[in-house]
């Protein structure tokens, strides 16, 4: 059982629903005329409300980053070690906001939503969502919680491009970014991986073509393929080889197809259980959102010039050895404000563990990232004081 | 403020461009938003001095210069600042065309091997200086290119730019004496050139 009371924890918490019916236009030129957003906060929202930040999720994550949703919980929220009271998100001086995004399986609107205007479930049918559709969604929820301007918004990974999106759609709502393991565009390598992953979806016979909820099967098998390659990707080969080796679980080959090196049992069991636990249409479709993620792409292929509406300092962190957004796909990133003449801090932590690096401790990440979020904290506090004053 | 630093502070124009070559803690850069409004970056990588540089809203890159300057464009700062690297570095000659490459202008601190005590080190005693502004061994020193008020100068007409200023950074040790001859007395030595 975990320590549900401890000091560092945000202890117990209940995700929130909010409704709206403001119809959301979306990229794909599509409109969603109702929808719901599952979010959690955590944390005090100050009198001038300039203390909120926003956490972004990455391709498999949802609204519970922090904290336990019942004593009994074996494991914490996916950012547990970097959000809660004294830690780099410090929930004693921040009101942190997490939203499960649209088109997820986590209670937002998604594909197991039951579509309004057929009755039927929304199944593959659901319109494609990208990271600006996201952006727009957070929005709304901002506006409906009366938080004009985030403090800070913070991502990894494909909630990295979010934070990138929200400094380039709304600029005058966003006082820091923090981009963490992103890229501001995936690599044809990275869309080719992403394919395999979706090809094992859509190949199994109990895909149905998306409507596998009808036929009251999961495509199980494709899910659990998807998450196995797209586990591979999120370690770096060292993390593999110190984790697993080539180490047998058995005395001596069987010289058979079964579970023999260690490292085949770790993917199965992650296929396994993300494949009891994750949507494979929701799946499919972030995966589309990573892929077509690419800001410049409106500007003739160049980041600088889709940098002009940036107002907020960056912080940008990468890890050694990720290869999935390695280091060198932040520079781009950095290089590209760096020659917009944006304010630009970068990072470079060293970490053997891959692209899954953002979700785990590390000393020296947790020194750059809490570092920059007091002076954040502290900029926010000041600016809470100086309206107070004018009132 | 570290002495050097100080006198910087005096040269930096209000409102320039200004990237920090080893930037260190970031107290420069903080100072120059604050007091002159300038704009710009520091570039480091000491992980402490990072740390430091973003708690305090400093505007830091995690960069080795002795990779050099490639992803900075020509002409994209107003100021290039380093104030007691040059000689960590692995070419100071091909940093200092990289620094006026990208800015017109910058200002170098670095310290003067010259200086009496450490000639008065290396001459009677036979040994390595070591003093406040070189306090390390020889053997752990991470200072490989040591050099004088003359040797940089002489480097500086070789690569044909300006030394428009220059200035001792004694603080108030040895203060006119070092006016006057800034090779003996001087024990950092400060440089503002053109190109």
Known sequence: MPDTSSASSVGLVTPDTAHFDTPLELACGRTLPSWELVYETYGELNAEHSNAVLVCHALSGHHHAAGYHHVDDRKPGWWDAHIGPGKAIDTRRFFVIVINNLGGCHGSTGPASVNPATGRLWGPEFPLMTVPDWVNSQAMLADRLGIERFAAVVGGSLGGMQVLQWALSYPDRIANAVVIAATPKLSAQNIAFNEVARQAIRSDPEFHDGWYAEHGVVPRHGLRLARMVGHITYLSEHAMGTKFGRDLRTDSPSFGYDVEFEVESYLRYQGDTFSTRFDANTYLLMTKALDYFDPAGAHGNDLVAAMAPVRCPFLVVSFTSDWRFAPARSWELVDALLHAGKAVSYVNIDSPHGHDAFLLPNPRYEAALGGFMQRVAHDAEVSSTASGDSR | ?195
């Open chain 2, 1 to 195: 403020m570290r002495s050097d630093l100080t006198l910087i502070h005096r040269w930096v124009p209000e409102g320039a461009r200004v990237l920090d070559l080893g930037c260190g803690n970031g107290e420069l850069l903080a100072a120059l938003y604050r007091d002159k409004q300038v704009t710009g970056y520091g570039l480091e990588i000491d992980h402490e001095g990072i740390n430091a540089c973003l708690a305090r809203g400093v505007n830091v890159i995690e960069q080795d210069l002795d990779q050099g300057l490639n992803n900075v464009p020509d002409d994209a700062f107003d100021l290039v600042i380093m104030t007691q690297a040059l000689q960590v570095l692995r070419r100071p000659d091909l940093m200092l065309e990289e620094m006026l490459r990208v800015a017109r202008e910058c200002i170098i601190t670095f310290p003067n091997f010259a200086w009496w005590r450490h000639r008065l080190h290396l001459g009677l005693r036979g040994r390595m200086p070591v003093s406040n502004a070189l306090p390390h061994h020889w053997y752990d020193t991470p200072n490989i290119h040591l050099s004088t008020f003359r040797d940089f100068e002489q480097l500086c007409s070789e690569q044909g730019h300006t030394i428009t200023d220059r200035a001792v950074g004694n603080g108030d040790r040895e203060y006119w004496r070092a006016q006057r001859w800034p090779n003996l007395f001087g024990q950092v030595a400060i440089f503002r050139i053109e190109r």
